[in-house]
């Protein structure tokens, strides 16, 4: 009976609702019998999506993408004065402010350069405007490895001539010169404002480490201070000055990708490890002092990068010391052992405890565990483990949220390790294609809608529900509303901007969604008592 009301409800909204495909290219689907689709594109079609157009005042836009088969799916529909019925409400709270959004991207490895250059000029080409452009899902983060990682095909670092501390023989590579670099260049040709790039190194030359050796247990020789240590910081200033002359400038950097992995005795991929009072002092006593003695002391520091179940502690060992503190401007984070930390114990905590430091998820994948499969071509259930990190992310203070490769090939790699994982776009190198997965989608409900500046809101269900879901406002004065379905029925819903409008919408199996319109100039629904406010 239940199923029928919503079916019903459906087919009213199919009516209210006016699908609009003008100005993009649909989805040329293939199906991997993975439960939904994939995109093909190739050198002569590519799927695209319109620039984000908002309808007047007094209508909304929604774009769905569904296991279905829906891929970003636009259609536009008139907002109502009131419910039309009783039942699961999502409202508004627009005076309830929390963090500003910095962005969405993935990480430009060896692995994924290489892969994108195994394409036809033509086929890269639609790659990058897919990721970067107004035509694709608007990507403005890409976090760059310095030197190799495990996504690489070979060991290397900038300067591995044994014991050279004035850092004399330091030069790029041709993963460099020849690889990210350009792909950089292109990436941001195509982009429609300047991207935000950030560096994080994994390990440092062998010769400053205490074990010898890029992988394993082993962190800097010495002690902060000291010469290993501040030539382990003017190494970051000398990767930046490559990078300059091809005039790619740098946002941010890591203090370096997960320094606990370090101290894993024969831990199997480059590392360099690094307890939490020891990033502390290396970064009061180098790092920091490095960067601001620098022509780039505009660059923003981000300190751990590694997973979440290490906070509030690490966090509290290096911003509780006022030295170390004053270099620092964010904390990273990784997704990878989520399931032991439960989100408002660490990163709602974090926020609350040093509320001046913006919290930022740095790399997540899928397929990367030992029992997974590690390519699913056309898995839907792993783009929503996507959104539902990204939302979880959002709603516990996280400004942005940074995917690991932008692309693989269809084992998952290549990398020296053989340690293979999933990745939004997969290409298939013989037959000049790539394939945009459900990630890729999923990842643009966010990365398209939700642009540099935009800022969460506060947003109330009327009472229990399986849906996750998360409010902003958009710099442009737009409100913006993502709703994550992950259970196998249809959910009706409303959402309710008080004095603005109303939604009578459906929550489609399987789907995600992003709904936006126009609010009027200045309205803000004001607070009924100091109790309210967040």
Excluded at 156 to 171: G, Q, W
Excluded at 205 to 232: C, F, S, V
Excluded at 494 to 512: E, K, L, N, R, W
Aim: neutral net charge.
């Amino acid at each position: 009976m239940w199923q029928g009301k919503v079916g019903s409800l459906a087919g009213v909204l199919f009516f209210l609702l006016t699908i609009s495909v003008a100005g993009g290219h649909p989805c040329s689907a293939r199906n991997f019998g993975h439960g939904s689709l994939v995109c093909e594109c190739g050198a002569t079609y590519c799927d695209t999506l319109e620039p984000v157009s908002l309808p007047p005042l007094g209508s909304f836009v929604k774009y769905e993408s569904s296991k279905a088969g829906r891929r970003m799916e636009r259609s536009e529909g008139s907002l109502l004065d009131d419910p039309q019925q009783a039942g699961l409400l999502l409202k508004l709270k627009t005076f309830q402010k929390y963090q500003r959004i910095k962005g969405f991207g993935g990480a430009l490895t060896d692995s994924a350069a290489i892969n994108i250059l195994a394409l036809s000029p033509k086929a890269q080409t639609n790659l990058l405007k897919s990721y970067f452009s107004e035509q694709g899902i608007e990507y403005n983060l890409i976090r760059v490895p310095m030197a190799s990682c495990d996504f690489s095909v070979r060991l290397y670092t900038y300067a591995d001539t044994e014991n050279d501390f004035e850092l004399k023989n330091f030069s790029l590579t041709e993963e460099d010169t020849k690889m990210k670099i350009p792909i950089l260049q292109q990436a941001q040709a195509v982009a429609p404002k300047p991207l935000s790039l950030y560096a994080s190194p994994w390990t440092s030359p062998i010769w400053m480490k205490t074990n010898e050796a890029m992988t394993g247990r082993g962190t800097l020789k010495g002690k902060p201070g000291d010469k290993y240590h501040k030539t382990w910081a003017n190494y970051f200033i000398r990767f930046l000055d490559e990078y300059a002359k091809y005039n790619l400038t740098f946002w941010a950097l890591t203090a370096g990708n997960e320094p606990t992995a370090g101290d894993i005795i024969f831990y199997p991929f480059q590392c360099l490890g690094f307890s939490p009072e020891h990033q502390r002092d290396f970064i009061a006593q180098d790092l920091g002092p490095a960067l601001a003695n620098s022509s780039y002391k505009g660059i923003e520091l981000i300190m751990l990068d590694d997973q979440r179940v290490l906070l509030p502690y690490w966090a509290e060992v290096v911003l509780k010391d006022l030295k170390a503190a004053r270099y620092i401007n964010g904390i990273g984070i990784h997704w990878y052992l989520d399931f032991l930390a439960p989100i408002d114990l660490t990163l709602s905590i974090t926020h609350h405890l040093f509320p001046e430091y913006y919290l930022i998820s740095t790399e997540a994948s899928t397929g990367s565990y030992f029992w997974e499969p590690r390519v699913v071509l056309g898995g839907w259930d792993r783009g929503s483990k996507y959104s539902h990190s990204i939302l979880a992310n959002l709603n516990n203070y996280v400004t942005g949220w940074t995917d690991w490769n932008l692309v693989l090939d269809m084992q998952g790699g290549p990398n020296w390790s053989r340690n293979y994982v999933d990745s939004p776009i997969i290409v298939d190198a013989a037959n000049d294609v790539f394939y945009k997965q459900p990630m890729f989608y999923h990842m643009g409900h966010f990365s398209k809608f939700l642009p540099e500046g935009t800022q969460r809101i506060g947003i109330q269900s009327s009472k229990w529900t399986g849906l996750e879901y998360s409010a902003f406002l958009r710099p442009d004065g737009s409100a913006a509303v993502v709703v994550l379905n992950r259970t196998p029925k249809d959910v009706p819903f409303g959402i309710s901007d008080p004095g603005v409008g109303y939604i009578q919408a459906v929550a489609t199996a399987d789907s995600i969604q992003t709904y936006l319109w126009k609010r009027p100039v200045g309205d803000t629904e004001q607070p009924r008592s100091r109790s309210s406010q967040p």
